[in-house]
């Protein structure tokens, strides 16, 4: 756990950016949170910076998403920054990443293919009904 201090302006703040569900009572307080959280909230040195400056080494770098490669069954770890590639230029772990990130659970055994038809479908979402067609 790395102890990340608030050095905003408001009164109180929640972590609106991490997902740590942690809140900060004003100015100098310190909470702790993993290294993946710090390493978000550090971008922005406006509102956070770190408690303790030794512990610059274990944030440095970035930040990781943990995944299940369908493939193979394996655990890996691919950079976040990997997900924004588009989606034809993901390795099937980081398809699997990208899926988990958008709340969508695939089965093992789809190719690669079907598992970027299975994204591309759930960020369309549902068709909307057209007029004079019934469900």
């Known amino acids: 756990m790395i102890p990340i201090e608030y050095v905003g302006k408001k009164p109180w703040t ?3 950016v991490a997902g740590s569900g ?7 307080d310190v ?3 993993c290294v993946n959280q710090a390493r978000m909230l550090l971008k922005h040195p406006d509102q956070w910076a770190l408690a303790n400056p030794d512990d610059a080494a274990l944030v ?5 998403v943990a995944v299940t490669d369908p493939g193979t069954g394996e655990q890996t770890e691919v950079t976040q920054d990997s997900l924004a590639k588009p989606l034809e230029k993901m390795s099937k772990a980081e398809l ?8 969508l659970s695939l089965q093992p055994t789809l190719n690669k293919k079907q598992i970027i038809d299975a994204i591309e479908l759930a960020e369309k979402g549902p068709d909307p009904l057209q007029a004079g ?3």
Do not use: H, L
């Not at 440095?60 to 990781?64: F, L």
């Not at 699997?96 to 709340?103: F, H, L, R």
């Open 14 to 16: 929640r972590d609106n």
């Open 22 to 28: 942690k809140a900060w009572e004003g100015p100098g």
């Open 31 to 33: 909470q702790e949170v």
């Open 60 to 64: 440095d770098g970035p930040v990781m």
């Open 133 to 135: 067609v019934t469900p």
């Open 96 to 103: 699997a990443a990208y899926a988990a990130s958008i709340k």
